[in-house]
């Protein structure tokens, strides 16, 4: 998975991948993971970046999530909804 959009927001932000792992594992605790450390997902999340990682959607999710993005499907025969949005979002054209 061609992971250079994360590596570049991270850069875009100013944040290592230290950073990113101490809010990825804040995420991962609010949401009840209590094994989420910095300690113990390093190795996890240094992967999931990898070009050769493979995360997990709820990996990328809390990924996107701890980079301050969400994700968008844009149909293409519907307007734009954001991810777990049931109403419509007007896309505004340039």
């Known amino acids: 998975m061609d992971m250079s959009i994360i590596h570049e927001r991270?850069?875009?932000?100013?944040i290592d991948l230290a950073a990113l792992n101490r809010r990825f594992c804040q995420i991962r605790q609010a949401k009840g993971d209590e094994k989420a450390t910095p300690v113990?997902?390093?190795n996890m999340l240094q992967k999931a970046l990898s070009n050769e990682g493979n995360p997990t959607l709820?990996?990328?999710?809390?990924?996107?999530?701890?980079?301050?993005g969400e994700i968008l499907i844009q149909w293409r025969d519907t307007k734009v909804r954001k991810f777990g949005e049931s109403k419509n979002v007007d896309e505004k054209a340039s």
């Open 10 to 14: 991270m850069r875009e932000l100013g």
């Open 40 to 42: 113990n997902r390093r």
């Open 58 to 68: 709820e990996t990328f999710l809390d990924i996107i999530e701890a980079l301050d």
